[in-house]
C-alpha cells in the first residue's frame, strides 16, 4: 500500500488526544515527502546525522524528533533545531543539552526515557533514578531544558499481557510525577507505542505514538 494511504489509515484509528510521530530512519526523502505532501508535520529519526541531512532538503516547517540513544558529542548538530528529544537517559546528557539549548538561545524540549523492558539493551532512568534526578539541585538549575514527559519501550515479544503490564508500569509513573508537578512544567507527555503495539499502548494511556514500519514500509 501507498505511504499516504498507510498514514491514512493509522490516522483514523487515533483518538484525538493523541500525537503521530511518523518514524522515518533509513527512508530516503523522497518518502518522506509523501507523507508531508499528506499532512504529517512530526517525523521521528534515530540517528542524529540522518535527521541532520534530512532537516536540511525538507521543507521548515516539520517538527524533528530524536526517538534514538543519543550521543554527548552530537548534541551540537541538532541543538539549533530539534524539536523534542526522547531518549534522555542520563543527567550527563540533560546538561549537555541545556548547554547547546543556551548556545543557540532557545529551550529545548525532552522526554525522560524510563527502562520498562526486560532487556538489558534498552536504555533509560528506573523510577528510584528518575525521582533523585528530579529532586537534583543539578537539574533544577537547568534552564534551557523542558522536560515535557516520559518515553519508553516494551519488551520485544508476542506476549500481550508481558507488554501490557510494562505499558500499565510506566503510565503509573507518569501519573505520579504529573501529580507531584507544578502546572507550568507542561509535563503531559507519553511517548509509548510503535507499529506492533500502539493500539495496546494507547489503551494503556500513551498519548504520543511512534509508528514507522506500519506508514512507510519495513526497514
Ligand atoms: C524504529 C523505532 C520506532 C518505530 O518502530 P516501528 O516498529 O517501525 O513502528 C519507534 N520507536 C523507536 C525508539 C524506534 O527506534
Same mark, same amino acid.
Given at each position: 500500500?501507498?505511504i499516504?494511504?498507510?498514514?491514512?489509515?493509522?490516522?483514523?484509528?487515533?483518538?484525538?488526544?493523541?500525537?503521530?510521530?511518523a /518514524? &522515518?530512519?533509513?527512508?530516503? !526523502?523522497?518518502? *518522506?515527502?509523501q507523507?508531508? #505532501?499528506?499532512?504529517?508535520r512530526?517525523?521521528?529519526? @534515530?540517528?542524529i546525522q540522518?535527521?541532520?541531512?534530512?532537516?536540511?532538503?525538507?521543507?521548515?516547517?516539520?517538527?524533528?524528533?530524536?526517538i534514538?540513544?543519543?550521543?554527548?558529542?552530537?548534541?551540537?548538530f541538532?541543538?539549533?533545531? /530539534? &524539536?523534542?528529544?526522547?531518549? !534522555?537517559?542520563? *543527567?550527563?546528557?540533560?546538561? #549537555?543539552?541545556?548547554?547547546?539549548?543556551?548556545?543557540n @538561545?532557545r529551550?529545548?524540549?525532552?522526554?525522560?526515557?524510563?527502562?520498562?523492558?526486560?532487556?538489558?539493551?534498552?536504555?533509560?532512568?528506573?523510577?528510584e533514578?528518575?525521582?533523585?534526578?528530579?529532586?537534583?539541585?543539578?537539574?533544577?538549575?537547568m534552564?534551557?531544558?523542558?522536560?515535557?514527559? *516520559?518515553?519508553?519501550?516494551?519488551t520485544?515479544?508476542?506476549?500481550?499481557?508481558?507488554?501490557?503490564q510494562?505499558?500499565?508500569?510506566?503510565?503509573a509513573?507518569?501519573?505520579?510525577?504529573?501529580?507531584?508537578?507544578?502546572?507550568?512544567?507542561n509535563?503531559?507527555?507519553?511517548s509509548m507505542?510503535?507499529s506492533?503495539?500502539?493500539?495496546?499502548?494507547?489503551?494503556c494511556?500513551?498519548?504520543?505514538?511512534?509508528?514507522?514500519?506500519?506508514?512507510?514500509g519495513?526497514?
Open positions: 500500500m501507498s499516504p494511504t498507510n498514514l491514512q489509515q493509522v490516522k483514523s484509528t487515533l483518538p484525538e488526544n493523541v500525537t503521530l510521530v /518514524v &522515518s530512519k533509513t527512508k530516503p !526523502v523522497s518518502d *518522506l515527502m507523507a508531508y #505532501e499528506a499532512g504529517q512530526i517525523f521521528g529519526e @534515530n540517528k540522518e535527521m541532520v541531512e534530512k532537516w536540511e532538503q525538507m521543507p521548515k516547517d516539520i517538527q524533528w524528533h530524536m534514538g540513544h543519543v550521543q554527548t558529542n552530537k548534541v551540537k541538532m541543538a539549533p533545531f /530539534v &524539536s523534542l528529544i526522547h531518549g !534522555v537517559d542520563s *543527567l550527563k546528557l540533560l546538561q #549537555e543539552i541545556n548547554k547547546q539549548a543556551q548556545k @538561545n529551550i529545548i524540549d525532552c522526554l525522560l526515557q524510563i527502562h520498562i523492558a526486560d532487556e538489558e539493551t534498552k536504555f533509560g532512568f528506573d523510577e533514578e528518575l525521582e533523585i534526578l528530579l529532586n537534583s539541585i543539578e537539574f533544577q538549575e534552564k534551557n531544558i523542558r522536560i515535557l514527559g *516520559l518515553m519508553g519501550m516494551a520485544f515479544t508476542d506476549n500481550q499481557e508481558k507488554v501490557k510494562e505499558f500499565t508500569h510506566l503510565k509513573i507518569f501519573d505520579s510525577i504529573q501529580m507531584q508537578s507544578v502546572p507550568t512544567l509535563f503531559s507527555t507519553l507505542g510503535m506492533g503495539d500502539y493500539k495496546l499502548a494507547i489503551e494511556g500513551s498519548n504520543m505514538i511512534r509508528v514507522g514500519s506500519s506508514i512507510f519495513s526497514r
